[in-house]
């Protein structure tokens, strides 16, 4: 009830007025994700979340939706800039600030949503591909130092764990009882699913919790041992699905800010359906992403209910366009 809620809540908020108010939100993001660094509850070494008792709330999930309306808000207020040097800086800059709060919470996989949210909506303001090849230049060189040129001066960046995430995903056989395990278990139960699927009996890995985090990071594994090839085809064919409707209401978006918008959260959405099914079968490190409408998390699924009601709210505007 509480998404159905949240998303009736989003249909009936205009986003664009609120987008013409970008450093205001902006400013609301950086507290938000700060504030986590101090008086945020944490599990497991990290601290991303403030608890209210009885639901624990993570800003920086419900920070994606507002990392778009944001640079969105950017673009159309600046569009005769967009394309030049000095705006995508400052987009990057702003968003910068919030992805490295957030990275330092530590949370490396929302922070890379951040970073694949803006470079999506830069390309699909009309920034030149030439500013995209720098920027890749620019990220492997940022990858080296914080991979090998930083570590070897003692310097790390990276949390022993997140190290060894990258490592495992190179070579899972070099430590199978430690670091690898969650690599390994997750390619035990992708394939002991088989073509059709174990069942929820059947499936050992879910029901003997062999598998590190099978109801959130690795919920695609699970549902791969319970459902078998067949059943990740039928789920995978269902997110295209969600993609398309997502990339067409882009398309057909009234205004160049629901544009952006509908193309932001089509980014968030499918940068994070493919990390995570990606990690789940071993062709992408370990990054703590998500699967959108299957991973369990308050905080995650709320976002996902914001983004659906926003597009509805902007399908529904375009559609009232066509009308008249």
């Known amino acids: 009830m509480l ?5 009736a809540a989003a249909i009936a908020t205009d986003s664009e007025a609120v987008g013409r108010r970008v450093w205001t939100l902006w400013g609301a993001l950086i507290g938000a994700v700060a504030v ?4 945020g509850s944490s599990a497991k070494g990290a601290a991303r979340w403030i608890d209210f008792g009885i639901f624990q709330f993570q800003p920086s999930e419900v920070g994606k939706v507002a990392m778009i309306v944001i640079l969105a808000g950017l673009c159309v207020e600046r569009a005769t800039q967009v394309g030049s040097l000095r705006f995508s800086a400052l987009a990057i800059g702003v968003t910068a600030l919030p992805t490295f709060i957030v990275f330092i919470q530590p949370d490396l996989g929302t922070s890379l949503v951040y970073v694949a949210i803006c470079a999506a909506m830069l390309y699909f303001a009309g920034t030149p591909t030439r500013q995209f090849k720098w920027a890749a230049v620019g ?14 001066v003692g310097l790390p960046v990276l949390k022993d764990y997140q190290m060894a995430r990258l490592t495992t995903f190179i070579d899972s056989s070099k430590d199978p009882g430690s670091d690898g395990w969650q690599v390994n278990q997750s390619r035990i139960a992708v394939g ?16 003997n919790d062999l598998l590190p985090e099978h109801q959130t990071d690795f919920i695609f594994a699970s549902a791969a041992e319970m459902f078998g090839f067949v059943g990740m085809v039928a789920l995978i064919v269902m997110f295209g699905i969600i993609m398309w409707r997502v990339l067409r209401i882009a398309k057909r978006a009234a205004t160049p800010f629901d544009q952006l918008v509908a193309g932001g959260i089509a980014a968030m959405l499918g940068f994070q359906i493919f990390v995570n099914i990606g990690m789940n079968v071993a062709i992408m490190p370990v990054a703590g992403i998500p699967l959108p409408f299957m991973s369990y998390g308050g905080t995650h699924t709320l976002t996902n209910f914001i983004a659906i009601g926003m597009l509805m709210r902007i399908h529904r505007r375009s559609a009232r366009l066509v009308r008249r």
């Open 3 to 7: 998404g159905v809620g949240v998303m």
């Open 36 to 39: 986590v660094l101090v008086i």
């Open 139 to 152: 990220g492997l060189g940022v990858a080296a130092m914080v991979l090998w040129i930083l570590p070897a």
């Open 192 to 207: 002991h699913g088989g073509a059709f699927g174990r069942g929820l009996d059947g499936s050992t890995q879910v029901q």
